[in-house]
């Protein structure tokens, strides 16, 4: 187990203050019209309500309680406020001291009956023109009052992969999700302006004097909940104010023929400020 690596301070104000919240979603999967699949590539991303079922969000909850009160697990990071105490910690409080887990897919059947959705893949073929493929899965969660953000940035920036590739989180509600309690946030269109420098800060992410405060929408979920989003999208999600956990299920997909890059180089070329023009 590890803890966060990244500091614990708090984000400038403003940073996350958004103009508009969707509160609408699609009716499932299978209500994605092709109009919505241009809505997706205009604005990169979608939102889509009662994506999974009561059954499957608690199949998902389940999961993600075995994998954490699981003591041989070592894919966790807690939240760095918890610090060593967490090995300590009653199974109730370890619950809410994690922010991430990463894989679970291959450690949980209902894991992986949840990244192999059929509904979810199909409309993911009808976005990437192509079968999707899982490439990476987690558990993104974000334990009442201590939960920290997720500060701005591209998916892009963390993926091996040619920067052109269409690869699309699709990151579910296992909870309700609001900005009191750090849902979502997203810059519609943003993934048109192509790659931005990422900076080592209070994550690897962009700069905060390049986030485009004043276009911020907030996406809160219902449970069962998913926001389907381009991998270049500019995102990220508040610090949580509130009492109410945050679970949800993140899994990412790429086209099924494009291969992984050999090393992190080519990356970091495109996304790090190395040799660049560039502050923050
Ligand atoms: O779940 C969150 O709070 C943020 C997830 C996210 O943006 C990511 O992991 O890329």
């Known amino acids: 187990m590890r803890q966060d690596e990244y500091g614990l301070q708090a ?13 609408s979603g699609i009716d499932g ?3 994605v019209s092709d109009a919505d699949i241009e809505l997706f590539h205009a604005l990169g991303f979608l939102v889509i309500h009662h994506a999974i079922d009561k059954s499957a969000i608690e199949m998902g909850r389940a999961g993600i309680r ?14 760095a406020v918890v610090g060593e105490r967490f090995y300590e910690l009653p199974d109730e409080e370890r619950l809410d001291s994690v922010r991430k887990m990463m894989p679970v897919v291959p450690f949980d059947a209902r894991m992986k009956t949840a990244s192999e959705n059929p509904a979810l893949l199909a409309v993911l073929c009808r976005i990437m023109g192509e079968r999707a493929a899982l490439s990476q899965d987690q558990a993104m969660l974000k334990p009442p009052r201590i939960g920290r953000e997720k500060p701005w940035h591209q998916d892009m920036a963390y993926f091996d992969y040619p920067t052109e590739t269409t690869i699309v989180g699709a990151w579910i509600a296992l909870d309700e999700a609001s900005p009191e309690n750090g849902c979502m946030m997203v810059i519609p ?18 700069c ?7 276009e911020i929408v907030a996406v809160p979920l219902p449970p069962g909940g998913c926001l389907l989003f381009h991998c270049l999208l500019h995102h990220g ?15 990412h997909y790429c086209p099924e023929s494009v291969a992984r890059l050999p090393d992190n180089e080519l990356r970091l070329n495109v996304f790090g400020t190395e040799g660049k023009d560039v502050t923050c």
């Open 189 to 206: 269109g943003s993934h048109h302006a192509g790659p931005m420098p990422h900076w080592t800060r209070r994550d690897w992410q962009i």
């Open 11 to 23: 984000p400038p104000a403003g940073l996350y203050d958004y103009s508009a919240e969707i509160t």
């Open 237 to 251: 999600s508040p610090p949580t104010r509130s009492d109410r956990r945050r679970w949800a299920l993140q899994f």
């Open 29 to 31: 999967f299978d209500g």
């Open 208 to 214: 905060d004097t390049d986030v485009r405060v004043g």
């Open 66 to 79: 075995d994998l954490l009160l699981n003591r041989e697990n070592d894919n966790i990071m807690y939240e």
